[in-house]
């Protein structure tokens, strides 16, 4: 019997809406944070994006995608989302409100469709890199296509 296909709950939604996109899987036990994994994997910096979980002054959750090396502007952050304050989600949090890990965190496919937004700079990218859904993957796939599954818009939100 051949080895089975690893399939994450991120890559079966992106087949489902028929999205193009690759996958690379790499030895990881632990979490590493987007600038190491990208040197391990050979990425360039400006193509890996991070996903980061922030509950607003409401309670609700939202989503960010943003550059490996970027720091969010929770300020303009909670402005694109309506709140008045966010913070990051504890990460004892993390995995009962998303269904992932930390490192394998990813805005396919959480448990619940979050408010999500993309650093509109990636919307001049021709790929990108995001985490896979677990620990030692990365998926590779248009802004525009992370855009549509993850049912998120694209705005500035980071410091400058």
Request: aromatic fraction near 8%; charge should be positive.
């Amino acid at each position: 019997m051949s080895k089975k296909e690893v399939k994450t709950n991120a890559m079966r939604m992106l087949d489902r809406a028929k999205v193009s996109y690759s996958y690379e899987e790499y030895e990881c036990d632990d979490f590493t944070d987007g600038i190491q994994t990208a040197d391990k994997l050979g990425y360039d910096h400006k193509l890996v994006y991070k996903t980061l979980v922030t509950t607003g002054k409401t309670g609700n959750h939202y989503v960010f995608v943003i550059p490996i090396e970027a720091e969010i502007d929770f300020k303009k952050a909670a402005k694109v989302v309506g709140e008045k304050s966010l913070e990051m989600l504890h990460l004892k949090d993390l995995t009962k409100v998303t269904g992932y890990v930390r490192g394998g965190c990813t805005a396919i496919g959480m448990k619940k469709q979050f408010p999500t937004v993309i650093q509109e700079d990636a919307k001049e990218l021709e790929y990108m890199h995001v985490s896979g859904g677990k620990l030692g993957m990365q998926i590779r796939l248009a802004p525009q296509d992370l855009q549509k599954v993850a049912k998120a818009e694209f705005a500035d939100v980071i410091r400058s």
